[in-house]
Nanobody
Framework: VQLQASGGGLVQAGGSLRLACAVSGRTFSNYGMAWFRQAPGKEREFVAGIKWGGYSPYYVDSVKGRFTISRYNVKNTVLLQMNCLKPEDTAVYFC?????????????????WGQGTLVTVSS
């Protein structure tokens, strides 16, 4: 299984970006999917996740109301729409997959990881 994240870039505060994670493999629909981020000098943190069925998305409090996670099982893709971006959202964003179909907020629970895409929000 391979995950390929894309969509990062430089944006001004208040702007929007949409990240995409393309997943290889025929069992994508069974995976729980999540986005994590890691800012310079900080630990990787959970941002948002969505279960295998596409229901009950979860968000860290700091992005609730601004970010939306969605998945398209037909296209083996999970998206993260990020609106009202803030400088503190600046980080490398990683997508991750859980074979059990769940969403968990700890790094070591995930089985597969993408390479990361850099999001920079200027003030």
């Amino acid at each position: 299984v391979q995950l390929q994240a894309s969509g990062g870039g430089l944006v001004q505060a208040g702007g929007s970006l949409r990240l995409a994670c393309a997943v290889s493999g025929r069992t994508f629909s069974n995976y729980g999917m999540a986005w994590f981020r890691q800012a310079p000098g900080k630990e990787r943190e959970f941002v948002a996740g969505i279960k295998w069925g596409g229901y009950s998305p979860y968000y860290v409090d700091s992005v609730k109301g601004r970010f939306t996670i969605s998945r398209y099982n037909v296209k083996n893709t999970v998206l993260l729409q990020m609106n009202c971006l803030k400088p503190e959202d600046t980080a490398v964003y990683f997508c991750a997959a859980d074979r059990d179909g769940l969403v968990r907020q700890v790094v070591y629970e995930y089985d597969y990881w993408g390479q990361g895409t850099l999001v920079t929000v200027s003030s």
